[in-house]
T-cell receptor
Framework: DAKTTQPTSMDCAEGRAANLPCNHSTISGNEYVYWYRQIHSQGPQYIIHGLKNNETNEMASLIITEDRKSSTLILPHATLRDTAVYYCIVRVAYQGGKLIFGQGTELSVKP | GAVVSQHPSRVICKSGTSVKIECRSLDFQATTMFWYRQFPKQSLMLMATSNEGSKATYEQGVEKDKFLINHASLTLSTLTVTSAHPEDSSFYIC???????????FGPGTRLLVL
């Protein structure tokens, strides 16, 4: 599975949009981009995933560049409860389901 | 979403004893479950993949005789840490997925402290 690069940490003001970038320059055509987050001392939570089209759900939006070498997770109106470590993972679908976690981005939402 | 539970949430045990951790999918059938370990300030590390009714597949470097995994039903997988030592103290997290679906749903984790 392709390797991802994320900033170690980011800050965001409460109520503002949080834009979390992820580079995956070696992504293959059949690899999806997944985002999970982990609030302190809890299990990870699925946020969203996509292949090449932009995706939106009740939690977030995922913007994937046309060349698929990078993506951005957008939390439109960040709250203090969105403070967590956000993991961007790329993997091939329908091949056993393994998720390999990198170091992620520690997002701090501040009042 | 789907709900995955773990029991116990915390456990303290003496060195040399064995500890069993349960992972349950509460509202769906999980053909595949995964076990992860997470040390403080580190990311999750996949330990093994467990398919219902078959032997678990362990990641490189994970001792299968030390971390016994059983996935006897579509809603339950267990991880037994045998002869636990202080270096096994960690946060153990399971996840589960439905057959032919990609999303993994994670349990809340079990914090193990071996004295």
């Amino acid at each position: 599975d392709a390797k991802t690069t994320q900033p170690t940490s980011m800050d965001c003001a409460e109520g503002r949009a949080a834009n979390l970038p992820c580079n995956h320059s070696t992504i293959s055509g059949n690899e999806y981009v997944y985002w999970y987050r982990q609030i302190h001392s809890q299990g990870p939570q699925y946020i969203i995933h996509g292949l090449k089209n932009n995706e939106t759900n009740e939690m977030a939006s995922l913007i994937i560049t046309e060349d698929r070498k990078s993506s951005t997770l957008i939390l439109p109106h960040a709250t203090l409860r969105d403070t967590a470590v956000y993991y961007c993972i790329v993997r091939v679908a329908y091949q056993g389901g393994k998720l390999i976690f990198g170091q992620g981005t520690e997002l701090s939402v501040k009042p | 979403g789907a709900v995955v539970s773990q029991h116990p949430s915390r456990v303290i045990c003496k060195s040399g004893t064995s500890v069993k951790i349960e992972c349950r999918s509460l509202d769906f059938q999980a053909t595949t479950m995964f076990w992860y370990r997470q040390f403080p300030k580190q990311s999750l590390m996949l330990m093994a993949t467990s398919n219902e009714g078959s032997k678990a597949t362990y990641e490189q470097g994970v001792e299968k005789d030390k971390f016994l995994i059983n996935h006897a039903s579509l809603t339950l997988s267990t991880l037994t840490v045998t002869s636990a030592h202080p270096e096994d103290s960690s946060f153990y997290i399971c996840s589960a997925k439905r057959d032919r679906q990609e999303t993994q749903y994670f349990g809340p984790g079990t914090r193990l402290l071996v004295l």
